[in-house]
C-alpha cells in the first residue's frame, strides 16, 4: 500500500504567520510521531500519537506548537507566529504500535520562514 | 538524561574498504538501538535494529552495553552505500527515538 505521505512538500511563509502541516500516515497504523529536522539540530522527537491521543508531547518547543489527530488518521501540525528558527524539515512517521516497532517516514515539509 | 552520540560528521572511505560508523549512547538502562539511512533523494528508512540481530544490505551492528556502544558496520563498501546514516534510541515504554547527529558516508570508486 502507500506509504507515509505529507503535505506541503514546501512551504514558504511570513514571520508572523501560521502554518499548518499535514500528515496521512500508513493505514492501520495507531502510532503517529512528528519529528523536525534541522540543521545543526539533528532529528528531534516534537510528539508522539497513540490513537488521536498525544501521550507524549514532551519534544514540542514551545507553546506556538500544537498538533491533533482525527479519527485515527490524519495528524496536522499546527505552528502559529511563525519564527525564522521554525525554519526545518518536519517529518512524520508512523508505526503499527508504539513501541520498538519501525517507523516508517513521509518525505516531509520543508518549511521556510522568512 | 538519553543520549547518541555519532562522532563523525563525514566519513569517506573507497569502494571495496571496510566502514564502520559509530554510534554511542547514553541510558542507564537496556535501550532498544536503531540504524536508519536516508539515500540521496529518498525518505529516511529503517536500515536495521539490534533486537533483530540481522545483516541487512552487508551491514551488521553489535550492541556493546559495556562500552555503551552500537556501531555498524561493513567489510566491503560498495558505491550505492553512500547516504546518511542516523544512529537511534528508543528507550523500554517510550514510543520515540532519539537520534544521533547522523553521519555522511561516501564511498569513492
Known amino acids: 500500500g502507500a506509504g507515509v505521505s505529507q503535505s506541503p512538500s514546501n512551504k514558504v511563509t511570513e514571520k508572523g504567520k501560521d502554518v499548518e502541516l499535514r500528515c496521512d500516515p500508513i493505514?492501520?497504523?495507531?502510532?503517529l510521531y512528528w519529528y523536525r529536522q534541522s540543521l545543526g539540530q539533528g532529528l528531534e522527537f516534537l510528539i508522539y500519537f497513540q490513537g488521536n491521543s498525544a501521550p507524549d508531547k514532551s519534544g514540542l518547543p514551545s507553546d506556538r506548537f500544537s498538533a491533533e489527530r482525527t479519527g485515527g488518521s490524519v495528524s496536522t501540525l499546527t505552528i502559529q507566529r511563525t519564527q525564522q528558527e521554525d525554519s526545518a524539515v518536519y517529518l512524520c512517521a508512523s508505526s503499527f504500535e508504539g513501541g520498538p516497532y519501525e517507523q516508517y517516514f513521509g518525505p516531509g515539509t520543508r518549511l521556510t520562514v522568512t | 538524561a538519553q543520549r547518541v552520540t555519532q562522532p563523525e560528521k563525514l566519513l569517506s572511505v573507497f569502494k571495496g574498504a571496510p566502514v564502520e560508523l559509530k554510534c554511542n549512547y547514553s541510558?542507564?538502562?537496556?535501550?532498544?538501538l536503531f540504524w536508519y539511512v536516508q539515500y540521496s533523494r529518498q525518505r529516511l528508512q529503517l536500515l536495521l535494529r539490534?533486537?533483530s540481530r540481522e545483516s541487512i544490505k552487508g551491514f551488521t551492528a553489535d550492541l556493546n552495553k559495556g562500552e555503551t556502544s552500537f556501531h555498524l558496520k561493513k567489510p566491503f563498501a560498495q558505491e550505492e552505500d553512500s547516504a546518511m546514516y542516523y544512529c537511534?534510541?528508543?528507550?523500554?515504554?517510550?514510543?520515540?527515538?532519539?537520534f544521533g547527529q547522523g553521519t555522511r558516508l561516501t564511498i569513492n570508486p
Open positions: 541510558y542507564s538502562g537496556s535501550p532498544e
Open positions: 493505514s492501520g497504523h495507531t502510532a
Open positions: 537511534a534510541l528508543s528507550s523500554p515504554g517510550a514510543q520515540k527515538l532519539v
Open positions: 539490534h533486537i
